[in-house]
């Protein structure tokens, strides 16, 4: 006999796209906006990136002291999209350790708890507080995990990431919903994002970005401890030689 089909699955399936599409074509707060469309045109910067790369020369940078490196990809990405930032790292001395998470699809209860297994099991092989470099949602997943284990954290360097004034600052929140089906403002686990971690906290942010508000990655004194303001777009964090030279900085204080 055949197997019979599971019609209660399509239906849940249908309701779950139902509610993604609901929540995808809600209006935005009337006060809060994303860059505007010529920084959004900016990001195409990044297609250049592959024949920049060419032709770059690279100084010799050595770190004066060598730390271990946790890397956090953002939304929607991957950590071989941070490769190259890894690799320069390496090249200055550190140790660069990926999140072991593959892409960024969003928080859940589940891969917090398998990122705090990650981070333990480096923790241990180390045997040093690590140094958590996210970027854009990257890095409020290490704000995150900096409040959950802070005895494990060396420092946290944020990079474009929306922690601060609003989670609709930036022209991805209708993307989030979709893929993750739920709200920027309702992740389905306990966080306060503008909550400063109990460890050294930097953020990294542009006027240039044209994916999150400067004004949302800037925060405000009391939910980090220094800014940085640098000059590339959102996803130059990832590759511009200014944004990499601005951590190996970081790494060295």
């Known amino acids: 006999m055949a197997p019979r089909f599971d019609y209660s699955r399509v239906s849940l399936a249908r309701d779950a796209l139902a509610r993604r599409i609901a929540i995808v074509r809600e209006d935005g707060p009337g006060d809060v906006v994303g860059p505007p469309a010529r920084r959004l045109i900016g990001e195409l910067d990044v297609l250049a990136e592959p024949f920049r790369r060419v032709v770059r020369r690279h100084e010799p940078i050595a770190a004066v002291r060598s730390r271990t490196v946790m890397l956090l990809p953002g939304?929607?990405?991957?950590?071989?999209?941070?490769?190259?930032?890894?690799?320069?790292?390496?090249?200055?001395?550190?140790?660069?350790?990926?999140?072991?998470?593959?892409?960024n699809w969003g928080p859940t209860e589940d891969n917090v708890a398998q990122l705090e297994v990650r981070l333990g099991d480096i923790h241990e092989r180390h045997g040093e507080p690590i140094v958590l470099v996210g970027w854009s949602l990257g890095g409020l997943f290490a704000r995150e995990l900096a409040k959950r284990q802070p005895d494990r954290v060396a420092k946290v360097v944020t990079m474009g990431s929306p922690f601060s004034w609003s989670t609709r600052a930036n022209n991805v929140w209708r993307a989030y919903h979709l893929v993750t089906g739920h709200r920027v403002e309702e992740p389905p686990i306990k966080v306060e994002l503008a909550g400063k971690p109990p460890v050294e906290t930097v953020a990294l942010w542009s006027p240039r970005d044209g994916i999150v508000h400067p004004r949302a990655a800037r925060g405000l004194p009391g939910e980090r401890d220094r800014e940085v303001a640098l000059r590339c777009t959102h996803m130059g964090f990832a590759y511009d030689p200014q944004a990499i030279a601005a951590v190996l900085r970081e790494l060295d204080r």
Do not use: I, N, Q, S
């Open 75 to 103: 939304f929607a990405t991957h950590p071989v999209r941070m490769r190259y930032m890894a690799r320069r790292l390496e090249a200055a001395g550190h140790t660069v350790k990926r999140w072991g998470l593959g892409f």
